[in-house]
């Protein structure tokens, strides 16, 4: 009996750590930034997986026309192919932050192949763009206490995110807007793509109609669009 009541607290510890690895919002392994959820007026649009071609232009387009930043975390490999549209996004006025070089989980990574997953990412992009903010997010959300202190002695900020649109597989615009108006109430940091870690040219044209509509929306409501160092910038003054 004594045993099987440590197995099945093994398993459920266990499982509790493999959750707070991957939970954008748990906070077991280190403090990261999730926004102010329903403290606020503010919502932060955040990007992932681009520069991405010819998706993140179009994006651009879109934010363009509502007169609203956002926050961009890019690949570095995809920087070295595309560095004319990571800088087009740092001219049109966005925040860009460190997504690693190759995108991996780094929950399995040895501490030196993350800090030159990170350090090769901030490279590109300064050779891009030059410098650029301290905001890192981890692939997936993958993390463990150890990537968190490896981004901080880097100089890294570690952001997450609250609310995603589950966008990754390309859904219908509808069942994006869905997912994110439905768990919107302020201070909310929203996850969605303009690229694909697996390759260039994944199609995010309906992450980018759905952005459209989102801004419109959100906007006519009253909430104001900012990015992640604005965010940051508010939670402090606060």
């Not at 932060?44 to 520069?51: E, Q, S, Y």
Request: with cysteine; charged share 20%.
């Amino acid at each position: 009996m004594l045993g099987s009541a440590i197995t099945l607290a093994s398993a459920t510890a266990a499982v509790a750590a493999g959750y707070q690895s991957m939970s954008p919002t748990g906070q077991l392994y280190g403090r990261t930034f999730i926004g102010n959820p329903g403290l606020s007026r503010q919502l932060a649009l955040t990007f992932d997986d681009g520069p991405n071609d010819p998706h993140t232009q179009r994006l651009l387009d879109v934010l363009a026309k509502h007169n609203v930043h956002a926050t961009f975390f890019l690949i570095g490999r995809y920087v070295r192919q595309f560095p004319q549209i990571a800088r087009e996004i740092s001219r049109a006025g966005h925040t860009i932050g460190n997504h690693t070089f190759n995108h991996p989980l780094l929950i399995f990574k040895s501490e030196k192949e993350i800090r030159r997953e990170l350090a090769d990412c901030r490279s590109a992009i300064e050779d891009s763009i030059g410098s650029h903010s301290n905001l890192f997010r981890p692939p997936f959300g993958g993390r463990r206490p150890a990537v968190l202190r490896v981004a901080r002695e880097l100089g890294f900020e570690p952001i997450m995110w609250n609310i995603t649109g589950y966008d990754w597989n390309s859904p219908p615009a509808a069942e994006i807007e869905r997912k994110i108006s439905s768990r919107v109430r302020g201070g909310d940091v929203i996850l969605l793509h303009d690229g694909g870690h697996k390759q260039i040219g994944a199609d995010r044209s309906q992450t980018i109609l759905a952005t459209d509509r989102l801004v419109e929306r959100y906007k006519k409501e009253g909430f104001e669009f900012v990015t992640i160092p604005e965010m940051l910038k508010s939670t402090l003054s606060s």
